[in-house]
């Protein structure tokens, strides 16, 4: 996990909060406004609240209300300070001794009291170095919110990670210890991407909302190399070499030839992912939205990223329905060296009529390099999207147990592109990761999906909303809200 430089301390006043319950001294509102409150409030306000889905629908709303002061966002602050980390692995508040939350509060306070009598003393890190499972021997990820990461092809030692407060973390013993590599940087935003060329361990790449820095001394510096007002890059993609670079952003497709010194534009449209085939250091694919059809479209190269063309043999038909029915929600690709014909592009947005779909498409497969595409877990019509029925489910949305799976009420709420990753094990080219609010493993191909983490729980411990996944070899990294986790399945 990443190590969080804090003193962290337990406010849960014994006095005037019950952390049993997750409620605050503050009255619950009338049930006219209750009913009237965004949906994370009135989640709030219910008998049993789901704290995950809560806290992700709550900073959903606050990203799109940055000033609102409400009642019921007070109410927030006082009721999440409540209930703290004892929450169970569902999401649900964990009645928490009382004489404990005192002692922590008195232990706490006498920290204060020390810390005090010598203010010129310099500081240390004290901790916590690792985060616990409620009343268990078993560490979770509940530390902060990891963007973006990426692992070493010379030294799978060392990783690189962007944070949501503009922080590149690096670790040279394989993810135990991080140590910040950015304190002489200026961040706009948080690391919306990160890379590590595959040639040099020491050659490091990180994005914000408008620039691309690069350093060469393992981040020990760092020289911006791309600016861009409200560029966001997506991804960063460097053949084997490392020579040829790609760079995916929401102002377009963009190309280096000199390992990342310089950048220029091949496209404007956005471009929500690139990656380079695992056979060939020619082949690359992309992919792009388009705003004529409203949808995501696959594009291939064969001469290192100089030209492309696009593919639709299989690909979802943007004229097989009304073109006001389509929205592109965002798209990620996955590669893998078990197989390097072996892809997969998982489609959020919407193309039947938008209720059904709810905002995502499925995960598309080529077997023949981007050739051709099948979708193998398709709707009962054999498209994309819903309607949702059995082993086809939308898997986007929160998803606590089978009886609230979308379409029922309260099951529609997702978040888009914020929330959405996918790799595929360079070991066997069935088996993949897919991240949304929860994280989805398959081992038949895309064809059937088993729920491995978030709301609601799974085979881990797996902190909600999924950032990034990286896959290395026998490694699978998988970073969310919560800070990074490390599987070897």
Request: aromatic share 12%; net charge negative; proline share 4%.
């Amino acid at each position: 996990m990443i190590q969080k430089i804090t003193i962290l301390f337990s406010l849960l006043a014994f006095f005037s909060l019950s952390s049993a319950s997750g409620q605050t001294d503050r009255p619950l509102p009338q049930a006219s406004e209750i009913a009237a409150a965004p949906w994370w409030a009135q989640q709030m306000y219910s008998g049993s609240p789901n704290v995950f889905a809560v806290d992700s629908a709550y900073l959903l709303w606050r990203k799109a209300n940055p000033q609102a002061d409400t009642y019921h966002s007070r109410y927030y602050k006082h009721w999440r300070r409540a209930i703290g980390s004892a929450i169970d692995e569902s999401g649900h508040p964990i009645a928490e001794d009382l004489a404990e939350s005192r002692n922590t509060f008195q232990n706490w306070m006498k920290l204060r009291r020390e810390a005090e009598k010598n203010r010129a003393a310099q500081w240390e890190n004290l901790g916590p170095f690792y985060t616990w499972r409620e009343g268990q021997a078993q560490e979770v990820s509940w530390q902060v919110n990891v963007y973006s990461l990426d692992q070493s092809q010379s030294n799978p030692d060392m990783l690189l990670a962007g944070t949501e407060n503009g922080a590149v973390f690096k670790s040279t013993d394989h993810g135990a210890s991080w140590q910040p590599v950015s304190d002489s940087i200026n961040t706009s935003g948080g690391i919306r991407a990160v890379a590590v060329l595959p040639s040099n361990e020491n050659v490091l790449f990180a994005a914000d909302n408008h620039t691309v820095l690069r350093s060469e001394d393992g981040g020990n510096s760092w020289a911006e190399v791309l600016y861009l007002a409200n560029l966001k890059t997506t991804a960063f993609a460097f053949s084997p070499s490392g020579q040829t670079g790609l760079l995916s952003s929401e102002k377009g497709l963009y190309r280096s030839t000199d390992a990342g010194l310089t950048w220029t534009a091949l496209s404007s449209e956005k471009c929500w992912d690139v990656k380079f085939s695992t056979g060939d250091a020619n082949t690359a694919f992309a992919l792009v939205s388009d705003a004529q059809t409203k949808l995501c479209k696959f594009m291939k190269s064969t001469d290192g990223g100089q030209n492309w063309y696009q593919i639709s043999n299989g690909w979802i038909d943007p004229s097989a329905n009304s073109l006001s029915d389509n929205k592109d929600g965002g798209a990620r690709l996955a590669v893998t060296n078990a197989d390097p014909n072996r892809i997969y592009a998982v489609l959020l947005g919407q193309y039947n009529d938008g209720v059904n779909d709810n905002n995502y498409l499925g995960v598309y497969r080529s077997d023949d390099g981007g050739e051709s595409w099948t979708l193998p877990n398709a709707n009962a019509n054999g498209g994309p999207g819903g309607p949702y029925a059995g082993a086809h489910s939308c898997l986007v949305t929160f998803w606590f147990n089978d009886s609230q799976r979308y379409p029922n009420n309260g099951s529609e709420y997702n978040q888009g592109f914020y929330n959405l990753a996918i790799d595929a094990s360079d070991t066997n080219p069935d088996v993949l990761l897919v991240g949304f609010l929860n994280l989805f493993k398959s081992t038949d191909g895309a064809t059937t999906f088993e729920r491995w983490g978030g709301y609601g729980g799974g085979p881990g411990w797996q902190h909600p909303d999924i950032q990034d996944i990286d896959i290395n070899g026998p490694d699978f990294w998988v970073s969310s809200d919560g800070g990074i986790n490390l599987y070897e399945p």
